[in-house]
């Protein structure tokens, strides 16, 4: 490596969080640096950095999409087969990462996982690209493949098999769900002295402090 990455500095800015004017709920402040978030990133808006532990209570972490958000927890989608749908199955707890450079914005969230519903999953399937809907078939994920050809026959395979019908949602991708437990809020400042509020739920409601940087 010919640069000295230990040189490499950035400059946040951005402004500042006080405690005492956050929501109550932290979902509305969720929403609006989503929302923010979406115009300035563009495409990458939604990408979410995913932690999971596996059995031997290894953590995993892999980068998927946001594709849902309600007053319920957040939504993304995957192969129930795949590395963390087996750990999910084991040990049904995540945690989130959402980072916006643009923005100098960070959220963290942690808290349980649970599957959707079929319904859901059928819905959130159908309005996919056909492209999309038959890479579901045709990637095993995670399962150790011979070659990039295996992959490409498989797929013209798949074509073939669904020409001309509607292409059904394999029982074995779908749906999860990240209920918070605790969400936080992250804001760069100049001087590293970053501002953050975490969320945490006690009980039935949330309750909000500040942390040191």
């Keep these: 490596m010919t640069r000295n990455i230990a040189?490499?500095?950035?400059?946040?800015?951005?402004?500042?969080?006080?405690?005492?004017r956050m929501p109550e709920d932290p979902w509305p402040?969720?929403?609006?640096?989503?929302?923010?978030?979406l115009d300035a990133e563009g495409d990458d808006g939604n990408v979410m950095t995913l932690a999971t532990v596996d059995s031997g209570g290894y953590p995993h972490a892999r980068v998927v999409l946001l594709k849902g958000v309600d007053e319920r927890g957040l939504t993304f989608y995957s192969n129930y087969h795949s590395h963390k749908g087996s750990e999910l199955a084991n040990m049904p707890h995540a945690a989130l990462v959402f980072w916006w450079p643009s923005l100098s914005r960070q959220v963290r969230i942690e808290g349980t996982v649970e599957p959707v519903s079929t319904e859901e999953s059928d819905r959130y399937f159908a309005s996919r690209p056909r492209a999309s809907q038959l890479g579901a078939w045709v990637a095993t994920q995670s399962v150790v493949i011979p070659?990039?050809?295996w992959l490409e026959e498989r797929e013209q395979r798949f074509e073939r098999a669904y020409e001309g019908q509607e292409i059904t949602r394999p029982i074995h991708w779908g749906g999860y769900r990240v209920i918070p437990e605790m969400i936080e809020f992250w804001q760069g400042q100049p001087s590293r002295l970053h501002d953050r509020i975490r969320y945490e739920r006690r009980y039935s409601s949330w309750q909000h402090f500040r942390l040191a940087p």
């Design 7 to 20: 040189d490499i500095r950035r400059d946040y800015e951005g402004g500042y969080l006080d405690e005492s």
């Design 29 to 37: 402040l969720f929403d609006e640096w989503l929302t923010l978030a």
């Design 147 to 149: 070659d990039r050809t």
